[in-house]
């Protein structure tokens, strides 16, 4: 089992119609047709959408990625019209809000990997490749690899794994010239956000990005862009390969929800139960720590 422990209810507002309840965003159409999208304080892990939200984390995404989008925009641009609340928006909606631009969603989630972890590693460990590109022996979790690479994923639903895909098989479901461009963008997007993170003390390990078409035909950035939820961030004076690194991340979550302390068997029939204060502190803390240091600007 998987999913949301309590699906929660949307809010109505006059003038918007809600599309979609994500793992952590709420979308909705407005009347001129745009989309807006609400980042919640909604966590998962484990496939399971959590029944403790962390304060403060739709804000922290949504900005972070609003300052992703500026140091991007020369190189693709982004979805966000507007940080403009709706008339007839809850007030707790400032600041996690954006009326973005409807597109044609390419239906692969675009990972670039610059590190070997996660899913990567246990590929790699089995058959010396991370979705059918050959590596190098002697990598270990945590390594960098020759040059990042493109490694994309087919879309799963809430409670369900993305699964890794070839670059064939891409080309295949999107045709080879979408197929190009996503690789093309992924990896041009992510070495420029690698070396910008690296100048401020962190590694980005990866990240995954979303693209779409708009009515124009041009390849558009759309979601969240290269925030904790999306990426996997380590403090580069902490690095050490072999061995799992710490991160700027929801790894707290992961960690204590897999511990005795739980007392939940993630593979069991139950869903997870609420999280302690210290670990939603601890978690909050890490999340506002990566947007500080990124951005270079305190969190209010």
């Known amino acids: 089992m998987s999913g949301f422990v309590e699906k929660p209810e ?7 119609v809600h599309l979609h309840t994500g793992k952590v965003r709420e979308l909705y159409r407005n009347e001129a ?9 909604r966590i998962s892990a484990h496939d399971w959408v959590l029944p403790t939200e962390i304060p403060d984390k739709g804000r922290v995404l949504t900005q972070l990625s609003l300052w992703w989008f500026e140091q991007l925009a020369d190189l693709v641009p982004g979805h966000v019209i507007s940080t403009e609340l709706p008339k007839g928006a809850p007030a707790d909606w400032a600041g996690r809000t954006t009326v973005c631009t409807p597109l044609q969603m390419v239906p692969v989630e675009a990972v670039a990997r610059g590190y070997l972890t996660g899913s990567g590693l246990t590929e790699y460990e089995q ?7 050959a590596l190098p022996d002697g990598l270990v979790d945590g390594s960098e690899l020759p040059a990042p690479i493109f490694t ?7 409670g369900e794994h993305d699964e890794n895909v070839s670059y064939e098989e891409v080309a295949r479901q999107v045709g080879a010239e979408t197929a190009a461009l996503l690789r093309q963008t992924t990896l041009a997007v992510y070495s420029r956000a690698r070396d910008i993170a690296r100048d ?6 990866d990240t995954k990005f979303e693209f779409g078409y708009d009515e124009k035909g041009t390849l558009v950035l759309g979601d969240e862009v290269l925030t904790p939820d999306s990426s996997r961030f380590w403090p580069a004076d902490e690095w050490r ?44 803390a890490r999340y506002i720590e990566v947007y500080e240091r990124l951005t270079g600007t305190p969190w209010q």
């Open 200 to 205: 401020r003390g962190i590694i980005l390990a």
């Open 152 to 158: 994309p994923a087919t879309k799963a639903e809430v």
């Open 241 to 284: 390969p072999g061995r799992r690194q710490p991160s700027y991340d929801k790894q707290t979550i992961r960690d204590w929800l897999t511990s005795d302390a739980s007392g939940w068997d993630r593979h069991g029939e139950q869903p997870p139960p609420e999280l302690p204060q210290e670990i939603v502190e601890r978690t909050r």
């Open 33 to 41: 047709g745009e989309l807006v999208m609400v980042a919640t304080d």
């Open 10 to 16: 949307p809010v109505q507002v006059p003038g918007l």
């Open 127 to 133: 058959s010396r490749t991370v979705c059918g590109l």
